[in-house]
């Protein structure tokens, strides 16, 4: 059973995180951050149309072919930025990370999607053997982020793409309203190339050769100096709700939902409903709900029946445990004796965090 020792009377985390606080009417800090930021997120019509055009005026352009890049999964967040991007008639290069995972339907969304744009969309297949090796070695090494893997690739390529096509604009589906209240201990910080490297050297049978990778160094200095590109996070500049987004992206691309966030891929659904509740002993699901709580969509009630009900349908659990241990190569044995074992840290291997540390210094001598 997990520890729900102390749940917050607002929204539905509890200890399960361990870096949770409560004030003393038992709202947790996750709630009492919202309450500052997600106002500053609530916009007029009038308001949200100035953003809008603030964006377009700044990314449009008549010189070049594309004047922006979206990362398209087929999840909501990415499907929406590209029907924004459509309404304000920019011509945005969709790219498409395939490593291995998506599923059926979020293909036909992206489908459906660059289609209806009329957007052009470039494909970016993983080498199979090689990241099937690199998630091998993440799940002997015991870390919990071993979506991390598919993140920094996405990140790397983005950033390549952007280079190739010398585009200066990423719209981002990156948005406070969905993504905001994640515990820093249910994940790991996507940029850590030197923990990748360490973790497969140790558990790994390839050499890192083709998986896209970006150092930290780098990655920091091109953020610091602007040569990643801008990122733009255009849901930060709407309304954003999940809700409506969905209902706006099933009316205009006929697009179809694929039952729970970020289950676009079978991998992180299995990691998601699996892996983490049973391994690592906590359900993503809460930081996700209590985020639409704060954002006013559902109520705390409608959160948790929601959480009572089975995270995984037992069928569909089976099934898809058969395909992601025939996918990777484990034997039941193995893969039970690694669900076994006891949770390790990212940083019980090397890892770049001195550097983000350092970074953290500074920016805080910046601000101060
Ligand atoms: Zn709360």
Redesign the pocket.
């Known amino acids: 059973m997990q520890n729900t020792q102390q749940q917050?009377?607002?929204?539905?985390?509890d200890t399960t995180d361990p870096d949770i606080r409560f004030d003393a009417q038992g709202?947790?800090?996750?709630?009492?951050e919202a309450a500052i930021v997600l106002p500053k997120m609530k916009f007029t019509a009038e308001q949200e149309q100035e953003n809008l055009a603030k964006i377009k005026q700044m990314v449009h352009s008549d010189a070049n072919k594309y004047d922006c890049v979206i990362g398209l999964s087929g999840g909501v967040d990415s499907s929406y930025v590209a029907l924004l991007a459509h309404k304000l008639g920019l011509k945005a290069l969709c790219v498409h990370f395939d490593n291995g995972w998506n599923s059926e339907i979020a293909v036909s969304n992206i489908k459906k999607i660059v289609q209806k744009c009329n957007y052009d969309l470039a494909t970016y297949v993983i080498d199979w053997p090689e990241f099937k090796d690199l998630q091998r070695s993440f799940f002997k090494a015991g870390v919990v982020d071993i979506e991390m893997l598919t993140d920094h690739a996405i990140m790397a390529t983005m950033f390549q793409l952007r280079k190739k096509y010398k585009l200066k604009y990423i719209l981002s589906g990156s948005n406070y309203v969905t993504e905001h209240?994640m515990p820093l201990k249910w994940i790991w910080r996507k940029q850590d190339l030197t923990n990748i490297r360490d973790i497969q050297s140790k558990f790994g049978t390839k050499k890192i050769k083709n998986f896209p990778t970006m150092n930290s160094v780098k990655f920091q200095l091109s953020k610091l100096f602007g040569l990643g590109g801008t990122y733009i996070e255009i849901l930060n500049g709407v309304n954003y709700s999940k809700v409506d987004a969905m209902e706006a992206l099933k009316r205009e691309f006929g697009w179809e939902y694929y039952g729970g966030k970020h289950y676009e891929s079978v991998f992180t659904k299995f990691y998601q409903a699996y892996i983490l509740p049973t391994k690592f002993k906590f359900d993503k699901r809460k930081v996700h709900l209590?985020a639409q709580i704060?954002n006013g969509e559902i109520t705390r009630d409608e959160a948790l029946q929601e959480l009572a009900k089975d995270i995984y349908d037992p069928i569909q659990l089976k099934n898809d445990r058969q395909y992601v241990l025939k996918k990777l190569g484990f034997s039941e044995e193995e893969f039970g004796a690694m669900m076994a074992a006891p949770p390790k840290q990212h940083l019980d291997y090397a890892s770049d965090e001195w550097i983000f540390n350092i970074w953290r210094k500074l920016k805080g001598k910046k601000n101060a």
């Open positions: 917050c009377t607002k929204c539905v985390m709202v947790c800090n996750y709630c009492l209240g209590s704060r």
